[in-house]
C-alpha cells in the first residue's frame, strides 16, 4: 500500500519513526552479543526561562505505544532495501518485542530539571530503539501541556477553549495536542477528531465569512440562532458594540432562540468587554456570557482580568498551539546504567545523572509541595511520596497503572492546588524550588 500522502503514521510503521543510527548502533549491539541490561533516563536539564514548571504529559500514552512496537513485513521490506542491515539482524528483529520495564511520572504531574520524566529498563539493543520515539512523543505533549496549564492559571477559574489547530506543526500535534490540552485542564476544544477522540467538550461559533455572506447581519444573527438555539455569536465583522445591539434587538423580538454567549474577535478586547456588558445587562440579558479570543495568551488575558474585563471564557489558538514562547525543552535520553555498572556522561554542560532513580515529592505542613529529592531507585529511608511507577513490566502494560493514567487531569488540578504561590506566577524567573540530591545518588555522582 502506498503511503506516501498519508498524513499520518499507523501502528505498524511505528518501528520506522526513529533516527538511523538508533537502528545502526542496534545492529552493532547484536553484533557484539551485547545482550545486558541497560537503564535510559529522560529528562531536561534546564527549565525554559519562561517557565516555573513543566507538567509531564505523554509519557504513558508512550508507554501504551512502545509495548506494542512490532517490526512487522512491510518495515523489515524497507529496511532491507538501504543495504545497510544483515539479513540476519533482520531476521532477529522480525520476533523483537520490548520485554523491559517503563517507570514514568503520572501524567500531570509538575516536573522540574533532572528529574527523570521516564526511564526505561530493558536489554540495551530494546532500550536503545526507543529513544527517537519517545522523545518525540513526550516533548509535544510536555510542552503543549506545560503552556496550557499557565492559561488556566491566568484563567482564575474561567473556561480557556482551544483554538489552535489551524496553526499547528501538523495534523499529529492537532490531534495529540488535545489530549496534552485534556491534561491541563483546558474546557474544550474546536477540533472535532481530537475532541472524540480525547473526550474533550467541542466548542466553536461562526465564522466571519458566514455574516459576510449574507446580506444583512441582524438577520445572519437571526438564522443562525434559530438553527443552533443556545449559540454563541461573533458580533465583532463590523462594529463590534452595534452588533452586540442587534443581538439584543433580536432577542427582544424572538425571546425563544436563546442566545448563550457573544464572542469578540477583535480591537481593544477590554473596552469592548465592558461596553457589550453595559449593552447586555441594561437590556436584561445579564445570563448573556462573554467570550474573548484574537491572539490571546496567558498574559494578555492576565491583564485583562487585572484591568476588570468582564469576560467569561477565553478561546487561545496559535500562542498555545505552537507554545511560541517556549516551543521545545532539551530533553535527553541517556544511558545511565548498563550491564549493572553505573554510566556518566562528562561533557562540559552535559552531564547526566547515573543508575536508576526515583524522585520523591516532600509536603509543608499546610500540604503544599516543599521540595524534592532525586535518589537512587532503591536507597532506603528517603523521605516524601515516590513519583516514579512501574507502567510496563517484563513488556506488559499495568491495567492499574494506566487506570491511574486516565486521572491525568484531575491530578494536573490538584498539583496546581499545591504548588507555591511563586510556581504559579507567570512572569519569567526563577523557579525557586528546591531539588535536591540524595546522599546515595550525591556520592555516587562525585565518586564518578
Known amino acids: 500500500m502506498n503511503r506516501a500522502n498519508s498524513p499520518r503514521v499507523d501502528d505498524d510503521e511505528l518501528a520506522l519513526l526513529t533516527d538511523l543510527y538508533q537502528l545502526t548502533m542496534t545492529q552493532a549491539y547484536w553484533k557484539e552479543a551485547m545482550h545486558e541490561r541497560a537503564t535510559f533516563s529522560l529528562f531536561f536539564r534546564k527549565m525554559p526561562p519562561t517557565r516555573r514548571f513543566m507538567l509531564a504529559c505523554g509519557q504513558q500514552h508512550a508507554a501504551a505505544l512502545l509495548s506494542r512496537l512490532r517490526f512487522g513485513d512491510t518495515v523489515l521490506a524497507g529496511l532491507s532495501g538501504t543495504g545497510l542491515f544483515d539479513p540476519g539482524f533482520l531476521d532477529w528483529l522480525s520476533d523483537w518485542r520490548f520485554e523491559g520495564d517503563i517507570w514514568t511520572l503520572p501524567e500531570g504531574t509538575p516536573v522540574f530539571a533532572n528529574e527523570p520524566l521516564l526511564e526505561v529498563d530493558a536489554p540495551i539493543a530494546q532500550a536503545q530503539l526507543l529513544e527517537s520515539l519517545v522523545m518525540n512523543l513526550v516533548q509535544l505533549e510536555t510542552v503543549l501541556a506545560s503552556k496550557a496549564v499557565r492559561l488556566v492559571i491566568a484563567a482564575q477559574g474561567r473556561p480557556v477553549v482551544d483554538f489552535g489547530m489551524r496553526r499547528m506543526h501538523g495534523v499529529d500535534a492537532a490531534v495529540r495536542g488535545v489530549r496534552a490540552y485534556r491534561t491541563a485542564g483546558l474546557a474544550g476544544t474546536s477540533n472535532v477528531l481530537g475532541g472524540l477522540r480525547h473526550d474533550l467538550a467541542i466548542n466553536g461559533t461562526m465564522a466571519h465569512s458566514y455574516i459576510l455572506a449574507h446580506d444583512d447581519e441582524r438577520e445572519a444573527f437571526r438564522v443562525f440562532a434559530r438553527h443552533y438555539p443556545g449559540t454563541t455569536l461573533l458580533v465583532d465583522t463590523h462594529d463590534t458594540l452595534e452588533g452586540v445591539r442587534k443581538v439584543i434587538e433580536i432577542m427582544h423580538e424572538e425571546p425563544a432562540v436563546g442566545v448563550k454567549a457573544i464572542r ?67 530533553l535527553s535520553y541517556k544511558l545511565v546504567e548498563y550491564a549493572g555498572t553505573p554510566r556518566i556522561k562528562h561533557s562540559p554542560g552535559k552531564i547526566n545523572l547515573p543508575c536508576r532513580k526515583q524522585v520523591y515529592r516532600q509536603l509543608d505542613a499546610q500540604g503544599r509541595y516543599a521540595g524534592d529529592i532525586i535518589a537512587l531507585r532503591d536507597e532506603p529511608d528517603i523521605a516524601g511520596e515516590p513519583l516514579l511507577r512501574p507502567l510496563v513490566r517484563s513488556g506488559d502494560l499495568s491495567v492499574e497503572e494506566m487506570r491511574l493514567a486516565d486521572g491525568a487531569r484531575e491530578r494536573t488540578k490538584a498539583s496546581l492546588d499545591r504548588l507555591p504561590g511563586a510556581l504559579r506566577e507567570l512572569a519569567p524567573g526563577e523557579a525557586d524550588y528546591p531539588v535536591s540530591l540524595s546522599p546515595g545518588l550525591e556520592a555516587l555522582s562525585r565518586r564518578l
Open 264 to 330: 469578540l474577535d477583535s480591537g481593544n478586547l477590554g473596552e469592548l468587554a465592558k461596553g457589550a456588558r453595559a449593552l447586555l445587562d441594561e437590556a436584561g440579558h445579564d445570563d448573556i456570557t462573554i467570550v474573548a479570543s484574537s491572539g490571546l495568551d496567558e498574559h494578555k488575558i492576565q491583564t485583562l482580568l487585572e484591568d476588570g474585563a468582564p469576560i467569561d471564557a477565553f478561546g487561545v489558538g496559535t500562542q498555545m498551539g505552537v507554545s511560541a514562547d517556549a516551543p521545545v525543552i532539551d
